[in-house]
């Protein structure tokens, strides 16, 4: 049984990682007074996303329309950042390296002010 420990590993490591995910945007959630339970419920979290970024919540349609769905993303993920006083870069940030930039915004002292205005 030499080397199963391998086989093990990677899918514990993508596990621990997942739920420190799961634990960030608990708290990004949290911050805004949403509950952070629905980090965990698939659907139900890019609605609370969409509120939190103060964008209407029928853009859940659009990110059912490939292609169109990149593009909603990267402008929630923009509205989210600015949502919690950061920059247009951060919310880059949050769209192309997440993993990296959800516990910044959770675990980080980032408040959440409010949906930007238009």
Same mark, same amino acid.
């Given at each position: 049984m030499e080397g199963s420990e391998g086989g093990i590993l990677a899918p514990l490591i993508m596990l621990a990682i997942t739920v420190f995910i799961i634990a960030a945007m608990w708290k990004v959630f949290s911050k805004a007074g949403k509950p952070g339970w629905a980090a965990l419920v698939p659907i139900y979290n890019v609605i609370v996303m969409l509120e939190i970024a103060g964008?209407?919540?029928?853009?859940?349609?659009?990110? +059912? @329309?490939?292609?169109?769905? @990149? @593009?909603? &993303?990267?402008?929630? &993920? @923009?509205?989210?950042a600015k &949502?919690? %006083?950061?920059?247009? %870069?951060? %919310?880059?940030?949050?769209?192309f390296l997440s993993f990296i930039f959800y516990p910044i915004? %959770? +675990?980080?002292d980032a408040q959440y002010v409010g949906a930007p205005t238009r």
């Open positions: 964008r209407p919540v029928w853009w859940l349609l659009l990110m +059912f @329309i490939p292609l169109v769905n @990149i @593009i909603v &993303a990267l402008v929630v &993920a @923009i509205d989210l &949502a919690y %006083g950061k920059s247009t %870069g951060f %919310g880059l940030g949050l769209f915004l %959770g +675990f980080g």
